[in-house]
């Protein structure tokens, strides 16, 4: 099955709603420009929520094809959580996708796979399509046990999740290592953790569903580097923190099949 990449930007806690969509909009321009097929790569930016509302604002305006998200998503529909997000007020501005368990969440705020699992749950509830983060950190990697570590993270952060909903997720596979370090996995550590994390979902589900889910990877991704990653089989698009911020960078990133030639 062919699948589409994915070029997706975390921004993280960075740029205000007026920055937001001043970057939006000059990566649509440098995209238009280069008469980028959205059909082919598809884009998109995980902004802060206080970015969201004017990121639609300028995408429904200018019918821009660049898609965008958010960062966190609440595991609870309503209630009484004070500063949680819930779905369905994400689903209401025009929200595509929504990473979960991003391994700065995981770190810092104690998200185990079990809320993973419930925010991803909570997602697809509001027809969100969540990016669900795993990866190991140098301890694990040095003692070579990436994908037994990787894996269990992706069983417990998936339990639960039926195939119907299972088919439309995407994975990031962001080594913790290679976040925010400028040191990048080799194509070949991504394709190793990338592939396994493929297998799995065949063993979880089946052959089918496993062949149409999109497995990114993230980590220090730059132009210099995309293309590389992309040109594995199981690499099927990015997830980019640092070099989101730069349209000029982010755009030569979504643009990868143009200097994939050669390679
Ligand atoms: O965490 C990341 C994306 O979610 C990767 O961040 P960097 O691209 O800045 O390393």
Redesign the pocket.
């Known amino acids: 099955m062919a699948r589409t990449p994915l070029i997706a930007g975390?921004w993280?806690l960075n740029l205000d709603h007026l920055e937001a969509t001043h970057t939006v909009q000059k990566l649509a321009w440098l995209l238009r420009d280069a008469k980028h097929d959205f059909a082919d790569v598809e884009v998109a930016v995980?902004a802060s929520f206080t970015s969201i509302r004017s990121v639609q604002t300028l995408v429904d305006a200018d019918q821009l094809e660049i898609k965008y998200g958010a960062q966190d998503i609440s595991q609870h529909a309503s209630g009484a959580y004070t500063g949680e997000v819930a779905g369905s007020q994400l689903a209401k501005l025009g929200v595509s996708y929504v990473?979960v368990g991003?391994?700065?969440r995981r770190e810092y705020h104690g998200e185990t796979d079990e809320v993973v699992a419930a925010k991803a749950a909570a997602a697809f509830e509001s027809g969100i399509v969540p990016i669900v983060?795993v990866g190991e950190g140098l301890d694990v990697r040095k003692e070579g046990r990436q994908v037994e570590y990787t894996l269990a993270q992706l069983d417990g952060s998936l339990a639960g999740l039926p195939a119907d909903k299972a088919k439309d997720v995407v994975i990031?596979y962001?080594p913790v290592w290679?976040?925010?370090?400028?040191e990048v996995a080799t194509p070949a550590d991504a394709q190793e953790v990338c592939a396994a994390i493929r297998g799995r979902l065949a063993e979880l589900y089946d052959a089918e569903l496993a062949d149409g889910v999109r497995v990114l990877y993230?980590?220090?991704?730059k132009s210099g580097s995309i293309a590389q990653l992309m040109a594995e089989t199981d690499v099927d698009g990015g997830?980019?923190?640092?070099?989101?911020l730069d349209p000029e960078e982010f755009a030569k990133i979504a643009r990868f099949r143009a200097h994939q030639v050669g390679l």
């Open positions: 975390n993280k995980l990473a991003h391994s700065e983060c990031a962001e290679a976040i925010g370090t400028g993230g980590g220090s991704v997830l980019v923190g640092g070099a989101s």
